[in-house]
């Protein structure tokens, strides 16, 4: 791709569109917003913006557009796949202005929030009025709500209440040439042509920039239970997962623990958790509802399926203070990995059934290149992450062989009829191997998609779509 530098009449022409106050270019800007949580890569944009205004975006845009300059919207740099990351210089387009709970409709259980938002603020506002968003990923504290449509963000409580796209009804979007639209409606029903919305969901940026979201909410659950189940093998933890649903029951939140993950979280985080000598995996389950007695006898069911599972201990969080020490456990797993660590973070995601056969290939795929791995995750949506760590591994091979073994992974994940990414989404690092997973057919149409919204190929260029040579 070619594209304009950003030169002094550009700049200027930025500045006094949008004020010269809300332009950056000092050397400890262009720093901060050259990286995100992708590993350890850097690409250093030329400006950073902050607009606090669709009609700024807008205007921003426009001039862009015109000159060439690529764009790089970024949420709250807490993202895994290296999307926010401006990897042909240009304009780093930061959303952090845009933090307004703009409207929380108690009548219609709907919100209107701005995508700086950052989620957890979102999910205690709306819990304050009884309400419940239950999109909850583990960065919750820090990632903007924006991030998450951006990536098709999900989280623990996703098993129970459906992913990010059940919850966005209509998103204010600005077009990459400056067009403002609402891409939808305020309703609970769509079928009124192509559903722009939830083409966004997931786009990572790369058709439009999002300015305003409208969320579809819930009544808040009064009660809820957490259990934990201990196992010896990876593959009985795995196996219990599906059979859990197969037994009429459906948690508000199922993951998977490997032991090495807990032992380092425990360490790093000062976690205080009794971790027997031959538990391998875990499993964290936890009900919510307004009646305890049905809650309990879930729990009941799924004690049943646990043990027929081999389950070797059974722990039931007695207090607020001891569920919370438990989320936090599970929370700060891949903070504490990428403390030990030098590592690479995949996103696999196949039908729950199949996480035996996919834990299991894994642990196959690392002997067999020299990698080690810690893998949990999302478990009851079948959404195992897994960190890859160097341990013993060369820098040559690190560097250059372990892209295979990555995707012999993806390739297992195919077969097994899953895909590339449950909500990490695909970005810089993982769109190489699209074409594991999609055929020209497939990338074709998508490439088609990006040209009708964006034929300059301004905004944010780079991510998702494999270079034409990395898909013949």
Known sequence: MTFTKINPEILAEIKAAIGAEKVFTDAESLDRYSHDETEDLHYQPEIVVKPTSPQEISALLKICNKNHVPVTPRGGGTGLSGAALPVYGGVSLSMEKFKAIIDIDTENLQAIVEPGVITEEFINAVGEKGLLYPVDPSSKGSCFIGGNVAHG????????????????????????????????????KYASGY???????????????????????????????????SFSNNEDACAAVSAIFKAGVTPSALEFMERKGVEWVIKFDDIKFDLKNDVAALLMIEFDGDDLDDIFKNCEKTNIVLEDHNCTEVLFADTAAQKEELWRMRRTMAESV?????????????????????IKGIKEIGLKYGFESVCYGHAGDGNLHVNIIKAGMSDDDWKNKLKFGIAEIFE???????????????????KEFMPIKYSEIHLNLMRGIKKVFDPNGILNPGKIMPDVSSSS
């Open 338 to 358: 990428k403390s030990n660590s030098v590592y690479k973070e995949e996103d696999t995601v196949v039908p729950r059934a199949a996480l035996p056969k996919l």
């Open 153 to 188: 963000s999900g989280g623990p409580r996703v098993v129970k209440y459906g992913t990010i796209r059940e919850y966005i009804l209509n998103l204010e979007v600005v077009l990459p040439n400056g067009d403002i639209i609402w891409t939808g409606a305020n309703t609970l």
């Open 195 to 229: 559903n722009l919305t939830q083409m966004m969901i997931g786009s990572e940026g790369t058709l439009g920039v999002v300015t305003k979201i409208v969320t579809k909410l819930l009544p808040k659950p009064t009660q809820s239970v957490l259990m934990m189940g």
């Open 412 to 430: 297992l994940t195919t077969a097994l009829g899953g895909t590339l990414s449950g909500e990490h989404g695909i970005g810089l690092v993982q």
